[in-house]
């Protein structure tokens, strides 16, 4: 089918605090993004922490998935996917669609993943991607020859290597998603997420 790989080695200073393990819905942050996962047909997930964070760690074996270690996060997210590729045997003999999402997309939709991968599989396409209202989104959908480039690409550029090597090879899937767009980097994105804003309540004037 496909493999799911989620960075998850940030330091989360813009939040203050660890934030991927924080309530969301009836689940975490990471919890409700692997469960759209999940949902969307994705059985094999990796997720890459950083090795101190014992407790997202103990939450990755206990829910099932794939734990990849970056030893040195502060390399950037180009290294935690190298690291996550390599704990699954690397890109040699790669043959599967790679999705790759930050691991604080808790409002992203199954639906959403399920196309960008549909997209992906047509004719000649190595790079999918959804937008949302204009604005690049996740995950990105790579196809196995172009998954094999990702060892070569330089960690100060990262991913945009990639549109640049399959120029005329990608596409943008639009989507009514604003979770493709959503990740939680302060405490103000999460609690817009965690508790959006009710329907507004006309107030009621009194006469006499």
Do not use: C
């Not at 790989?5 to 203050?16: I, K, V």
């Not at 808790?106 to 204009?134: D, K, M, N, V």
């Not at 960690?155 to 090597?165: P, V």
């Amino acid at each position: 089918m496909a493999i799911a790989l989620l960075p998850a080695a940030g330091a989360s200073r813009r939040m203050g605090r660890p934030k991927l393990l924080l309530p969301f819905g009836s689940s975490t942050v990471i919890g409700s993004l692997v469960a759209s996962f999940r949902a969307a047909g994705i059985e094999r997930i990796v997720v890459v922490a950083a090795p101190g964070d014992l407790p997202l760690q103990d939450w990755v074996r206990r829910s099932g998935l794939i734990l990849a270690i970056n030893s040195d996060p502060e390399r950037g997210m180009l290294s935690s996917i190298q690291e996550g590729l390599a704990a699954i045997g690397g890109v040699l003999r790669w043959r599967e669609p790679l999705l790759i999402s930050p691991a604080d997309l808790p409002a992203l939709q199954p639906e959403t993943i399920r196309a960008t991968l549909a997209a992906l599989r047509a004719s000649g396409i190595a790079l999918a991607w959804p937008t949302y209202r204009g604005k690049n989104g996740h995950p990105l959908a790579i196809a196995p020859e172009a998954v094999a480039e990702i060892p070569t690409l330089d960690s100060a550029i990262g991913l945009k290597q990639l549109r640049e090597r399959f120029a005329g090879r990608t596409i943008e899937v639009a989507v009514d998603d604003a979770g493709a767009v959503s990740d939680v980097d302060t405490a103000e994105e999460y609690e817009a997420l965690f508790r959006p804003p009710g329907p507004q309540i006309p107030s009621r004037s009194r006469s006499g």
